[in-house]
């Protein structure tokens, strides 16, 4: 298990972030816009400015402040690849190693030779994915990745997820607001607010029986126009 004790991040006198908890397997983190969520994902990814201060207390199997055990898929794929590269330049492994990332992913060895304008972003998506799976992360942290994609296209890439966890045996920590899609990844949930964690719990049970207004809410807005699981 990983357990994040305290995480902290503040500027000047103001607190950014202030939480606390634990990744059995895989975790949600949710929120409304301005939350939190995304600032927690770049502190533990090392991506915050240096005028930010950021205090990390955590229990882990594998060092977190290295980098090399983190992977992290970006919300936009169409912005975290460089247009005008192939995709086999965006790589660092050998070819022999970028056709079975691709494998892995559903995805045939002759994209490596395309640039990512000629991939839908459902393609996109799982190159960016098979680019992070390279370095073999202990932690994926994923912010909004299903964000972009039609329904079809987004199950697709959850199932995917789970599949490669069960292979590769990796951590995740989804950030989304999208509760509805992550009901068969992720077995917790811990809902954010102004910077502090106000619920959390089993993905079934919270859905089921939120304990705060705002956890409602949230809950409410996703699920609008459809059914999900208890």
């Given at each position: 298990?990983?357990?994040?004790?305290?995480?902290?991040?503040?500027?000047?006198?103001?607190?950014?972030?202030?939480?606390?908890?634990?990744?059995?397997?895989?975790?949600?983190?949710?929120?409304?816009?301005?939350?939190?969520?995304?600032?927690?994902?770049?502190?533990?990814?090392?991506?915050?400015?240096?005028?930010?201060?950021?205090?990390?207390?955590?229990?882990?199997?594998?060092?977190?402040?290295?980098?090399k055990n983190l992977a992290f898929v970006p919300q936009n794929p169409f912005t975290a690849l460089s247009p005008l590269t192939?995709?086999?330049?965006?790589?660092?492994?050998?070819?022999?190693?970028?056709?079975?990332?691709?494998?892995?992913?559903?995805?045939?060895s002759q994209l490596l030779e395309r640039y990512p304008s000629e991939l839908s972003g459902g393609q996109l998506q799982r190159v960016v994915l098979a680019i992070a799976l390279e370095r073999e992360p202990k932690l994926l942290m994923l912010d909004e990745p299903t964000t972009a994609l039609d329904e079809v296209t987004k199950e697709k890439v959850i199932l995917l997820l789970k599949k490669l966890?069960?292979?590769?045996?990796?951590?995740?920590?989804?950030?989304?607001?999208?509760?509805?899609?992550?009901?068969?990844?992720c077995e917790e949930i811990v809902v954010i607010k102004d910077a502090h964690i106000i619920e959390n719990g089993k993905m079934s049970e919270l859905l089921c029986s939120p304990q705060t207004e705002y956890t409602k809410i949230l809950i409410e807005s996703n699920f609008a126009n459809r059914k999900f699981r208890t």
């Open positions: 298990m990983l357990k994040i004790k305290k995480l902290l991040v503040t500027y000047r006198d103001k607190v950014l972030v202030d939480v606390a908890f634990d990744i059995r397997k895989s975790l949600a983190l949710v929120g409304q816009s301005g939350s939190g969520k995304s600032l927690t994902l770049k502190a533990l990814l090392h991506m915050l400015p240096q005028e930010m201060r950021v205090m990390l207390e955590y229990e882990a199997p594998f060092d977190l402040k290295n980098k192939k995709i086999k330049k965006h790589f660092t492994v050998d070819y022999e190693k970028q056709v079975l990332l691709l494998e892995d992913v559903g995805l045939g966890q069960v292979k590769r045996g990796f951590k995740i920590l989804f950030v989304t607001h999208d509760i509805a899609s992550l009901q068969d990844l």
